[in-house]
C-alpha cells in the first residue's frame, strides 16, 4: 500500500523532500568531496642543499636560552618560541616549550610523530631512536617530507629531515635540520646537534 502525502504550502514540500532524502541516504545531507591524502613527491636527481666542506659556522645565542652554531650567511627568523635559519630549501629550525616531563621514544611515538604524520606534507618516519648529543640525551626522529612550496617558483621537493627533542629545568627543546632529499649533510648537521647547548 503506497503512503499518501498532502502538501499545504512550499516549505512543507521542502521539509518532505529533505524527509523522504535523509530516510533513504546515509551520511550527511550535503557531504563534499573528500580531499586525498597528500602524495610523497619523486626526489630530485640532482638535489641542491649541500652545506660546503667549508662553510664557516658561527654561534647563535638564543634569548629562548640556548645557543647553536648555525651556517654563516643563513637567513634568520625569530619567533616567540625559537628561530629558524634558511639557504634555499635548507633549514634549521628550533622551538623551545615548556614541558615538565622528559621525552621517551614511546612517549614521541605517540604524541610529535604522529603529531607529524597527521599535520605534515605526505611524512614518512624512518626512525624514532634514543641518542646522545654533547649536551645530553636526546630523542631522534629521521623521516622525510614534501616542501612547503617556493614562493617565486610555487616548486615544492622531498626532503629529508632530522629532529631532536631535548628537555632541560622544565624546558623542551626541539631542533630540526631539514634539506633536499640525497643532498649530503651528514657531517655538518652533526657538528651542529652536537654544539646546541642551554645557557
Do not use: C
Not at 151 to 176: D, F, S
Amino acid at each position: 500500500m503506497k503512503a499518501t502525502y498532502f502538501v499545504r504550502s512550499i516549505p512543507q514540500a521542502i521539509a518532505l523532500v529533505v524527509a523522504l532524502y535523509a530516510s533513504v541516504a546515509p551520511g550527511p545531507l550535503f557531504a563534499g568531496p573528500t580531499a586525498p591524502p597528500e602524495t610523497a613527491i619523486a626526489p630530485e636527481k640532482n638535489p641542491p642543499g649541500d652545506i660546503p666542506d667549508d662553510q664557516v659556522f658561527i654561534t647563535y645565542k638564543s634569548p629562548n636560552g640556548f645557543s647553536l652554531k648555525v651556517p654563516e650567511g643563513w637567513s634568520r627568523k625569530d619567533a616567540p618560541e625559537g628561530v629558524s635559519f634558511a639557504d634555499k630549501y635548507g633549514t634549521i629550525d628550533v622551538a623551545v616549550t615548556a614541558s615538565s616531563t622528559t621525552p621517551t621514544v614511546a612517549s614521541v611515538r605517540a604524541g610529535e610523530a604522529a603529531e607529524l604524520e597527521k599535520t605534515g606534507h605526505a611524512v614518512k618516519i624512518s626512525s624514532i631512536k634514543e641518542v646522545r648529543l654533547a649536551s645530553g640525551p636526546a630523542i631522534e626522529i629521521i623521516y622525510s617530507s614534501n616542501s612547503d612550496s617556493n614562493p617565486v617558483t610555487n616548486k615544492r621537493i622531498r626532503l629529508e629531515n632530522q629532529r631532536y627533542l631535548m628537555a632541560h629545568a622544565g624546558k623542551l627543546g626541539a631542533v630540526t635540520f631539514s634539506a633536499p632529499m640525497g643532498a649530503d649533510n651528514a657531517d655538518q648537521w652533526k657538528l651542529m646537534s652536537n654544539s646546541f647547548r642551554w645557557n
